[in-house]
């Protein structure tokens, strides 16, 4: 006999595969013989499966890793100000040859401007901050280095324009680097993606970037070409590139030091409002609204307020801040809304005392600027180039009368009692320019007839002003007067020209009468003299946000 057990049938087999206790070892009469073959064949199948190991999924990127917590995205909780863990963050542009000494570790974050592939087994990625930038290499395999080839996988998968956040050392590259702005690497060590971009980018900002001189290849083709519109409608990515961040900084600049400069000279800023009662500057170029049931207006500038807080006794005061003008034209030089540069001041006994102020207050910026940002303004003109600008250290100061004067002798005719369009400023400072070498000069005495109501006119002939434009690189940036500061004078000024004084400035016309001191000042566009100054072409570019008659977005 046989030691062994005899064989199942199939029913058994199938039972057992089940899992479950075999109720017969008999054929089931209802099937035949070949039936129960595929059957027993079907079960015997199942068995085997049952008996061999369970297929597990495929592993996460990562996870059997050893350096997997060295990258990775980082998990939104982790972003919201969870702990404060004290790690000490570097700056790119700290990180330079001298300041960075080879093998200190740093942990920096930034903007992925570049993801480079070298084999599987290396990747470079080039991380923009501000204006700087730095290249990162990740080496798998490197010795201490930490750095698997799933990690390399994971630096490829960035996307351009994540918010990267990179742990490394420093080390000083065998060839010089052309595509950063630090002559130093990282060598990585750690790299976590804080935000991916999850879009498609409206444009590349290489293309957003590039100067028109590099749009054009040795085949005479231009490079994508990225239109001011479109900038501006995506406005949030065109301030990455390294030029408009140059840009603001310029403009930044420019702002500190009219604020330095003025209180160094006992002048102190203020604030004026800009909901008023109507205009403050006459014409039609006035936003309107409803304040509380009232007609009102947004102001023009800060100049009746300015004025009566001489009158108030404050003597030297300045205003920057938001100016509204209802602009329809759409030129390279207007804006809707632009920050205004405003000055106000007792005088002794000339408007010339303004003249002063604004010569030694704009040589000053002019000189800050040319001597204090010349990183800034290389990277401007390496995109926008533009010539140096040139300004005497004494600013000329010309009459109206002998523009015209120039104007005529170089064979255009202007009305003697008109002011000048924007072709006439042009070709002006183009003369005054090859006379007298300058870019920047002052233009005073101007008919009465174009200047607003309240400019003092002058003694020995009321047709002209005492008043004045300042022009740079043949453009206007500034104009001031004298203001009159007697209450009947301004009353019969105001009528002449139409202006409606008894009801919309009624609280301006009473302060004169309280004995208003004399005093003068000026307004300029913080915008148009930082376009003019850089030599760009639009002051779109200098605003961050612009408004135009067509554009109040973003």
Same mark, same amino acid.
């Given at each position: 006999?046989?030691?062994?057990?005899?064989?199942?049938?199939?029913?058994?087999?199938?039972?057992?595969?089940?899992?479950?206790? %075999?109720?017969?070892?008999?054929?089931?009469?209802?099937?035949?013989?070949?039936?129960?073959?595929?059957?027993?064949?079907?079960?015997?199948?199942?068995?085997?499966? $049952? $008996?061999?190991?369970?297929?597990?999924? %495929?592993?996460? %990127?990562?996870?059997?890793?050893?350096?997997?917590?060295?990258?990775?995205?980082?998990?939104?909780? +982790?972003?919201?100000?969870?702990?404060?863990?004290?790690?000490?963050?570097? +700056?790119?542009?700290?990180?330079?040859?001298?300041?960075?000494?080879?093998?200190?570790?740093?942990?920096?974050?930034?903007?992925?401007?570049?993801?480079?592939?070298?084999?599987?087994?290396?990747?470079?990625?080039?991380?923009?901050?501000?204006?700087?930038?730095?290249?990162?290499?990740?080496?798998?395999?490197?010795?201490?280095?930490?750095?698997? *080839?799933?990690?390399?996988?994971?630096?490829?998968? @960035?996307?351009?324009?994540?918010?990267?956040?990179?742990?490394?050392?420093?080390?000083?590259?065998?060839?010089?680097?052309?595509?950063?702005?630090?002559?130093?690497?990282?060598?990585?060590? *750690?790299?976590?993606?804080?935000?991916?971009?999850?879009?498609?980018?409206?444009?590349?900002? /290489?293309?957003?970037?590039?100067?028109?001189?590099?749009?054009?290849?040795?085949?005479?083709?231009?490079?994508?070409?990225?239109?001011?519109?479109?900038?501006?409608?995506?406005?949030?990515?065109?301030?990455?590139?390294?030029?408009?961040?140059?840009? $603001?900084?310029?403009?930044?600049?420019?702002?500190?030091?009219?604020?330095?400069?003025?209180?160094?000279?006992? !002048?102190?800023?203020? =604030?004026?409002?800009?909901?008023?009662?109507?205009?403050?500057?006459?014409?039609?170029?006035?936003?309107?609204?409803?304040?509380?049931?009232?007609?009102?207006?947004?102001?023009?500038?800060?100049?009746?307020?300015?004025?009566?807080?001489?009158?108030?006794?404050?003597?030297?005061?300045?205003?920057?801040?938001?100016?509204?003008?209802?602009?329809?034209?759409?030129?390279?030089?207007?804006?809707?809304?632009?920050?205004? @540069?405003?000055?106000?001041? #007792?005088?002794?006994?000339?408007?010339?005392?303004?003249? =002063? @102020?604004?010569?030694?207050?704009?040589?000053?910026?002019?000189?800050?600027?040319?001597?204090?940002?010349?990183?800034?303004?290389?990277?401007?003109?390496?995109?926008?180039?533009? #010539?140096?600008?040139?300004? &005497?250290?004494?600013?000329?100061?010309?009459?109206? +009368?002998?523009?015209?004067?120039?104007? *005529?002798?170089?064979?255009?005719?202007?009305?003697?009692?008109? =002011? &000048?369009?924007? #072709?006439?400023?042009?070709?002006?400072?183009?003369?005054?320019?090859?006379?007298?070498?300058?870019?920047? !000069?002052?233009?005073?005495?101007?008919?009465?007839?174009?200047?607003?109501?309240?400019?003092?006119?002058?003694?020995?002939? %009321?047709?002209?002003?005492?008043?004045?434009?300042?022009?740079?690189?043949?453009? /206007?940036?500034?104009?001031?007067?004298?203001?009159?500061?007697?209450?009947?004078?301004?009353?019969?000024?105001?009528?002449?020209?139409?202006?409606?004084?008894?009801?919309?400035?009624?609280?301006?016309?009473?302060?004169?009468? !309280?004995?208003?001191?004399?005093?003068?000042?000026?307004?300029?566009?913080?915008?148009?003299?930082?376009?003019?100054?850089?030599?760009?072409?639009?002051?779109?570019?200098?605003?961050?946000?612009?408004?135009?008659?067509?554009?109040?977005?973003?």
């Amino acid at each position: 006999m046989s030691s062994e057990p005899p064989p199942a049938s199939a029913a058994a087999v199938e039972e057992l595969a089940a899992g479950l206790a %075999p109720a017969t070892t008999e054929p089931t009469p209802s099937k035949n013989k070949k039936q129960l073959n595929k059957d027993a064949r079907r079960a015997e199948r199942a068995a085997r499966r $049952q $008996q061999q190991p369970q297929m597990q999924p %495929p592993a996460a %990127p990562g996870a059997e890793d050893p350096f997997a917590a060295n990258y990775g995205d980082v998990p939104v909780e +982790e972003t919201q100000s969870k702990a404060v863990t004290g790690r000490s963050w570097a +700056e790119v542009s700290d990180l330079g040859a001298e300041a960075a000494a080879a093998g200190r570790a740093v942990l920096v974050r930034g903007f992925a401007q570049e993801i480079r592939s070298l084999g599987k087994m290396m990747a470079f990625v080039v991380l923009r901050q501000g204006m700087s930038s730095v290249q990162c290499v990740l080496a798998a395999g490197a010795d201490g280095a930490g750095v698997s *080839k799933q990690m390399v996988a994971f630096a490829k998968s @960035l996307t351009k324009e994540s918010t990267v956040e990179v742990e490394g050392v420093v080390a000083f590259p065998k060839e010089p680097l052309v595509s950063t702005t630090q002559q130093v690497e990282i060598h990585v060590r *750690k790299i976590h993606c804080i935000n991916r971009v999850t879009t498609t980018l409206p444009f590349n900002l /290489e293309d957003a970037a590039r100067s028109d001189a590099e749009s054009e290849n040795s085949g005479g083709k231009q490079s994508p070409h990225v239109g001011l519109d479109t900038r501006l409608n995506n406005r949030a990515l065109d301030l990455r590139t390294r030029t408009n961040q140059a840009i $603001q900084r310029i403009r930044h600049e420019v702002k500190m030091k009219f604020k330095e400069f003025l209180s160094s000279k006992g !002048f102190y800023e203020i =604030d004026t409002p800009k909901l008023i009662g109507g205009s403050s500057e006459g014409g039609a170029d006035v936003f309107d609204l409803v304040y509380h049931g009232q007609p009102a207006c947004l102001a023009q500038s800060p100049q009746l307020h300015k004025q009566m807080a001489i009158i108030g006794g404050c003597r030297r005061v300045f205003v920057v801040g938001p100016v509204f003008r209802a602009e329809t034209s759409r030129t390279h030089r207007h804006l809707c809304e632009f920050t205004g @540069l405003d000055v106000e001041m #007792e005088i002794m006994e000339h408007y010339f005392e303004v003249c =002063d @102020l604004i010569d030694g207050l704009f040589v000053s910026i002019f000189k800050h600027l040319t001597e204090k940002c010349k990183y800034e303004l290389g990277i401007i003109n390496s995109q926008y180039p533009f #010539e140096p600008l040139k300004y &005497l250290d004494q600013t000329l100061r010309l009459t109206y +009368e002998e523009g015209i004067q120039m104007l *005529k002798e170089a064979g255009t005719e202007m009305d003697p009692m008109g =002011d &000048l369009n924007t #072709e006439a400023e042009r070709k002006l400072g183009r003369l005054v320019k090859e006379k007298y070498g300058t870019d920047f !000069f002052i233009l005073h005495r101007y008919p009465s007839a174009v200047r607003p109501f309240y400019t003092m006119p002058c003694y020995d002939n %009321p047709a002209y002003s005492n008043s004045f434009d300042v022009f740079l690189r043949g453009e /206007e940036i500034i104009s001031g007067a004298q203001r009159i500061h007697i209450p009947g004078m301004l009353a019969k000024r105001a009528q002449e020209c139409g202006v409606d004084a008894s009801t919309t400035m009624s609280a301006y016309m009473e302060s004169l009468s !309280f004995g208003a001191p004399l005093h003068g000042g000026f307004g300029a566009g913080l915008e148009r003299v930082v376009m003019l100054f850089c030599g760009l072409g639009n002051v779109r570019m200098v605003s961050m946000f612009p408004r135009d008659s067509r554009r109040i977005s973003p």
